[in-house]
């Protein structure tokens, strides 16, 4: 097989992989069920559950002032409101923001707003302002370990909310108590999570409800959505929202009965846990991170197929390792373009051998073509023959793309999503691997190597035209890549046309040829 045929099936893989990236995503499904009542329910401020349709029984608060209490660690800063007892505001300091600061909680917007199930009556504690109890004396400079506590009264039933914030972690513990027993809590998350990119069509491509259960991950996403809300139910670890850089969720015990709530337009979300004790998890998609926490948040990140996974993993802890020592992933993107090229060096010399062996079987196959023009049996008969005769197999010049597949694709799954490449500038006009190439130099030069690469390689002269379409289409699905995938090809394709050069200096040393 030619090295344009070879280079067409790789153009059409590429395109196949990329439309699923775009458009599907790798699937992790669940039965999902449609809920259109979730959301009329969670406004109720009281209600007698043993009757559907029973009137809301409402609880009337005395109009306060409403207060906000700081939180601070190395990690983030951010604010809880007395109204609710909420979260409004949430900072994160380790990461850029293309605009200002790096919020995950969006404008207007609370998180851990509280419903409580008592007995047979539902509790909306949106609405009622929580007193401060005691905040920690070295907020908002926490070291190791401290706290806010809130306590609020509501229909002389006494609801208490404690915040423990640990430093060097994006890990925060909430508890609630009360002086009744509570069957229940919902902890609600007004629109989810922010967008946080400058292509925000990108971020939401990645925007889902996850969940976590029996070492499964489920995910469905907000683009998937058409109308009223989807529902989650079922006993999951931890339960969130996620866009392509972060994750705002709870993590709970696993124990007790769990759902979740995601509507097309407002992006609610509704967790529900019977455990009273729960953790929040606000912070960056990080393998590392969210490995260490050992209860299958690692699942979080798109490592794309399950079958290329543990070699996309592998890459990411490889990249892991070389930036202790390099701090430039650019730098490591180049180390592994040179290292793959290395790796798969005895495989492509084989593809070219066998391409050269073929290429001078030529005149005997256009002979027997002529000879048994009439009888196509025959000749594929003879062809054969004479493909064992001559210990050529057709089939060889393909082997070493097919096995840089698997590869390739997990190279463009973390490429393409890593938070370690994010706002990671490599040098000059390159400021940011994850985005693409602001003056499209990079995918323009990836082009030109690819043509150069075809040219080099051109036996067939009927195939000319492949030489000057492919690179040229190839350029325009590059534009709107990443700088690092970008970079890797434009690396991988220069010291392709090296070997591809040292190897056809090779062959024709060997077979005795001058020129070809």
């Known amino acids: 097989m030619n090295n344009n045929l070879r280079m067409f099936i790789l153009f059409a893989v590429i395109i196949l992989v990329f439309g699923y990236y775009a458009y599907f995503g790798p699937k992790t499904t669940s039965t999902i069920s449609v809920d259109t009542t979730a959301v009329i329910e969670t406004t109720k401020t009281v209600t007698d559950m043993t009757e559907n349709t029973a009137v ?29 007892g909420g979260i409004s505001k949430f900072d994160l300091k380790l990461f850029k923001s293309y605009n200002s600061n790096l919020s995950l909680i969006p404008d207007y917007s609370k998180i851990m707003k509280l419903n409580v199930t008592i007995g047979n009556q539902r509790y909306d504690l949106s609405n009622v302002n929580f007193t401060l109890v005691y905040k920690g004396e070295k907020i908002p400079l926490i070291s190791k370990k401290d706290s806010i506590v809130l306590i609020a009264k509501v229909d002389s039933i006494t609801f208490t909310r404690t915040y423990i914030f640990t430093e060097g972690s994006y890990v925060i513990e909430h508890k609630l108590t009360s002086s009744v027993q509570i069957e229940c809590a919902e902890y609600i998350f007004d629109n989810g999570v922010s967008l946080t990119e400058k292509n925000h069509k990108d971020d939401m491509q990645y925007y889902a409800i996850s969940a976590y259960s029996l070492n499964n991950i489920i995910k469905t996403k907000q683009k998937n959505v058409k109308n009223g809300e989807i529902s989650m139910s079922g006993n999951y670890s931890w339960m969130g929202f996620q866009t392509k850089y972060f994750f705002t969720g709870l993590i709970g015990d696993g124990k007790g009965y769990t759902a979740g709530l995601l509507e097309d337009k407002r ?9 009273l004790t729960v953790a929040l ?12 926490m050992n209860n299958g948040m690692e699942r979080i ?18 990249m892991h390792l070389l930036h202790k020592f390099i701090p430039n992933y650019g730098i490591i993107i180049i180390i592994i373009s040179i290292l793959l090229i290395l790796i798969f060096s005895p495989l492509t010399f084989k593809s070219y051998s066998s391409m050269r062996k073929m290429q001078m079987l030529q005149p005997e196959m256009a002979a027997l073509k002529k000879k048994y023009e009439k009888d196509p049996q025959r000749l594929n008969s003879e062809t054969m023959n004479l493909y064992k005769k001559s210990k050529v197999n057709p089939f060889t ?25 994010r ?50 289409m190839l350029t325009f699905l590059f534009l709107s890549l990443p700088a690092g995938i970008n970079l890797y090809w434009l690396v991988y394709n220069l010291l392709s046309v090296v070997q591809q050069m040292v190897i056809k200096r090779i062959l024709n040393k060997e077979t005795g040829v001058q020129n070809g």
């Open 397 to 421: 010049g393909c082997l070493p793309m097919f096995i840089q597949m698997p590869v390739f694709f997990a190279l463009y799954a973390i490429l393409r999503t890593t938070i370690d490449l």
């Open 56 to 84: 809301p029984v409402k609880i009337e608060i005395e109009p306060q002032d409403t207060f906000v209490y700081d939180f601070e660690t190395s990690f983030y800063r951010g604010t809880i409101s007395s109204l609710s």
């Open 423 to 472: 706002c990671s500038p490599f040098m000059l006009w390159i400021t940011d691997l994850s985005s693409k190439d602001p003056y499209y130099i990079l995918p323009i030069l990836t082009g030109a190597t690819m043509f150069v690469s075809q040219k080099l390689s051109l036996t067939d002269q009927s195939q000319k035209m492949m030489v000057y379409i492919m690179p040229i």
């Open 301 to 318: 990140p798109d490592f794309g197929w399950s079958i290329i996974q543990p070699i996309s993993k592998f890459i990411l802890e490889f």
């Open 267 to 275: 992006l609610y979300g509704k967790f529900s846990f019977s455990s």
């Open 281 to 292: 998890y606000l912070g960056p998609i990080d393998y590392k991170i969210l490995k260490s």
